[in-house]
């Protein structure tokens, strides 16, 4: 899957807040240079898909009301830290709907691509050239079996790293709760949250502990008492 052409028509619309949590799973000057931005591409149920991946975790965000235009059939972009703060923030202080917006190698937030003078609404412009060339993994690759999986995870001598469970955090939405499911023992966990039902992620498991060897570590801790066992006695017949 290849980036876009120098003659590209690339048109792209999502909404801002899309980019901030896909980009909490990119890689950062990372020596694999296509995961240092996202994956943009075409949904074949409409809209698009926006990937974000280090290698060890990835998410994939379907926004079914999004746009993707372009000859080819994905492109990757650099999103600087200063677009994804500007995304953060950029339906707080607006009256207009914000969008991220690439138009050719042009990325900004701004109202609408039909917005009349749109250029001079926007909020914010990336300057250089975002696109990545390169070619992007193939992320379905990694994609369980869906009717196979099981709610849990991480179940054997597996883990989880908590650096990459912590990305879930800074999405900071309240009562968002999280569901993990997992085909098998070693398999990638797939982590669903309640709040983003249109955001799939995968996190890759760690080596861990035997289970005789991790239930050796419950020995320094209390037991919970067990309740005492109340003897029984006859009930007295009647007379």
């Not at 290698?55 to 999103?79: C, E, F, K, N, W």
């Not at 190698?105 to 039909?114: E, G, L, N, T, V």
């Amino acid at each position: 899957m290849s980036a876009t052409t120098p003659k590209s028509n690339l048109r792209i619309k999502t909404n801002p807040i899309n980019i901030v949590r896909a980009a909490l799973f990119m890689a950062n000057q990372d020596i694999r240079y296509y995961l240092n931005g996202l994956q943009f591409e075409p949904a074949p149920t409409g809209g698009l898909y926006i990937v974000g991946t280090n290698g060890h975790a990835m998410t994939v965000i379907h926004d079914s009301q999004g746009v993707y235009v372009g000859d080819q059939p994905g492109t990757i972009l650099r999103v600087s830290k200063q677009l994804i703060a500007a995304c953060r923030t950029a339906n707080r202080h607006s009256n207009l709907q914000q969008h991220f917006l690439v138009d050719g190698r042009r990325i900004s937030i701004a109202p609408d691509f039909d917005q009349e003078h749109y250029s001079d609404l926007e909020l914010f412009v990336q300057p250089g050239n975002p696109v990545i060339e390169g070619k992007f993994p193939d992320w379905r690759a990694v994609l369980p079996d869906f009717q196979n999986l099981k709610r849990g995870a991480f179940g054997g001598p597996f883990g989880v790293s908590p650096f990459y469970l912590a990305r879930f955090k800074d999405l900071a939405i309240k009562n968002n709760g999280l569901t993990f499911w997992q085909e098998a023992e070693g398999r990638p966990a797939v982590v669903q949250m309640s709040a983003i039902p249109e955001m799939l992620s995968i996190i890759m498991p760690m080596p861990g502990d035997s289970e005789e060897k991790a239930r050796k570590h419950f020995q320094s801790f209390p037991q919970k008492a067990k309740p005492a066992v109340k003897e029984q006695t006859e009930e007295a017949v009647p007379a």
